[in-house]
C-alpha cells in the first residue's frame, strides 16, 4: 500500500485528482479525502464506513437490492424479496409481489425513484414498482415491444431502462427502449444485438452498457457495447469475457463490471468464476478475478450498493436451486466471494435490481 506521505500535493484542495478511482487497497485513504475527476468535472467524498467513494449529499449509494421472481419449490415465483445494505448476515425479507408468477425475467433497469421488470417466460409486459418499497403488488405499466421474452439482459442509463436479446420462439437480437418515468404505453425498438443472445450478463458505467456472455446455440464469451443515449444501430462485440458461458450474475461498482458464476453447457454444469472488466472496455479480454464461495449457474439475480455487489440463489451442479446470498468487495480483483445469508427460499431464474442511484454512483 502507498503511503500517502508520499504522494505529491492534489491541487485544487483535493486529496486525490485523477481519472481512475482510488483504492483502499493500494493507497491510504482516509474518511473525508476528496477525490476529483479531470474528465468530468465531478468530484467525490469517502466514507469510511462505507469505504466507498460518495457523491456530495450522497448518505449511503443506495440501501435496497431485491429478488424479483423466479423458480422456486418447482414452479414460477411472483415474490418480490429485499435485502438492506450493507447486508453482512441473516435472511433477506418477503416485501411483496409481481402482478403474476414470473421466471426469467429482465432486471437491472432502475431510475432514481422506480425499478422495472422485463417481460420473463410468457410475459410481455414491463412490471414498476416505486422504492423503497416494502409491501404491496408491483404494477404493469406497459408492453415489451419485442413481444414475449425471457432472459432478456437489461440495464440503464440516467434516462432510460434497456433490455436486449432474450428467448421468444428463437434467441433474439432486438434491443428496445423506455424513457423514465415509464407511467405507460410499450417499449420503443431501437436497434439490433450484433449476435442473437439470450441469458447474458449485463451491467453499466455512465456512458455504455454491456452485455456479456450469453447463450445462442452455444455457449458464447461476446462483451457487445452500446453508448448512450443510444437510438439506433447494431450492438458492436468490442470484446470477450475470460469464459465462454451463460446465466451469470452481474454486478458493477463506478468503475468495474462483474459476472459472476453461470453455466458452461446448456446442461447443469454450474461454475463459480467471477470475470471483470474495466470501464470504459472496448477491446481485449476480461479478467479472471477470483470465484463463488460455491459453483452456481441461473442465478440471474444479483445487484449492488456502491461498495459491493452481490448475487442471489441459482442452482448448484445438481441442478438444485439454493438460498444463498454471496457478496463481494469492490474493487473486488482477487480471493473468493462470501456467503453471507440467504433468500427466504432457494430460487433460480429470479431477476434483480436495487435502488443504486446512476447519477449519484458515477461522476
Not at 448518505?59 to 437490492?65: E, K, L, R, S
Not at 472496448?282 to 463463488?292: H, R
Request: glycine share 14%; proline share 4%; net charge negative.
Amino acid at each position: 500500500m502507498t503511503d500517502r506521505s508520499k504522494l505529491p500535493e492534489a491541487s485544487h484542495g483535493f486529496s486525490f485528482v485523477q481519472e481512475t478511482e482510488p483504492s483502499p487497497s493500494t493507497v491510504q485513504i482516509l474518511g473525508g479525502d476528496t477525490w476529483f475527476k479531470p474528465s468530468t468535472g465531478g468530484f467525490k467524498i469517502f466514507n469510511s464506513s462505507l469505504q466507498a467513494w460518495l457523491s456530495p449529499g450522497q448518505t449511503g449509494g443506495g440501501i435496497y437490492g431485491f429478488s424479483i421472481g423466479g423458480y422456486a419449490t418447482s414452479a414460477d415465483t411472483s415474490d418480490i424479496q429485499r435485502i438492506v445494505f450493507p447486508f453482512d448476515s441473516g435472511v433477506a425479507t418477503r416485501v411483496g409481489t409481481l402482478s403474476v408468477g414470473v421466471r426469467g425475467a429482465g432486471g437491472g433497469c432502475n431510475s432514481s425513484e422506480h425499478m422495472f421488470v422485463i417481460g420473463g417466460v410468457t410475459i410481455s409486459t414491463i412490471h414498476k414498482f416505486a422504492f423503497p418499497f416494502d409491501s404491496g403488488t408491483a404494477a404493469v405499466r406497459g408492453a415489451w415491444t419485442p413481444g414475449a421474452r425471457y432472459y432478456v439482459g437489461g440495464f440503464n442509463s440516467s434516462a432510460y431502462g434497456y433490455g436486449g436479446g432474450g428467448y421468444g420462439v428463437s434467441t433474439e437480437s432486438a434491443v428496445s427502449r423506455f424513457a423514465f418515468p415509464f407511467d405507460s404505453g410499450d417499449s420503443t425498438n431501437v436497434g439490433t444485438l450484433s449476435y442473437p443472445l439470450f441469458s447474458t450478463s449485463t451491467v453499466n458505467s455512465s456512458s455504455y452498457g454491456y452485455w456479456m456472455n450469453g447463450r445462442d446455440t452455444a455457449d458464447r464469451s461476446f462483451v457487445l457495447r452500446v453508448a448512450f443515449p443510444f437510438d439506433s444501430g447494431t450492438v458492436s462485440s468490442v470484446g470477450n469475457m475470460s469464459n465462454s458461458c451463460f446465466g451469470s450474475s452481474a454486478a458493477n461498482s463506478s468503475s468495474h463490471g462483474y459476472a459472476m458464476g453461470g453455466q458452461e453447457t446448456a446442461g447443469t454444469s454450474a461454475r463459480s468464476e467471477i470475470d471483470r472488466i474495466t470501464f470504459p472496455f472496448d477491446s481485449g479480454t476480461g479478467s479472471n478475478v477470483g470465484t463463488l464461495a460455491s459453483n452456481r449457474g441461473n442465478m440471474r439475480g444479483a445487484c449492488n450498493s456502491v461498495s459491493h455487489g452481490y448475487s442471489f440463489g441459482g442452482h448448484d451442479e445438481s441442478n438444485v436451486d439454493c438460498s444463498n446470498i454471496h457478496r463481494i468487495t469492490f474493487p473486488f480483483d482477487s480471493g473468493v466471494a462470501s456467503a453471507i445469508g440467504t433468500l427466504t427460499t432457494a430460487i433460480s431464474h429470479n431477476a434483480h435490481g436495487d435502488d443504486t442511484d446512476f447519477i449519484s454512483q458515477f461522476i
